[in-house]
């Protein structure tokens, strides 16, 4: 740049990192992040489900196993 020469305005030069945009509400980065509801409880309760289920599971197979082995003796 010469030395004698004015400065252009920000607009005009070149290599701007951040372009020169007015702030507008429209993009999701201007607004605050909402706070999410967790998912937590649905997992919670779909665990519950699952350990009750194994657990009648593993218990039917065990009855069945005795009982069948009893029946043979």
Known sequence: MAPGKPLRSREERTHNVVSIEPHDNTSDAYRPEQPRRSDMSFGFYLSIAVI????????????????????FK
Do not use: C, H, M, N
Not at 52 to 71: D, P
């Open 52 to 71: 009750t289920f194994l657990t009648i599971l593993f218990f039917s197979i065990y009855e069945l196993a005795v009982e069948s082995w009893q029946r």
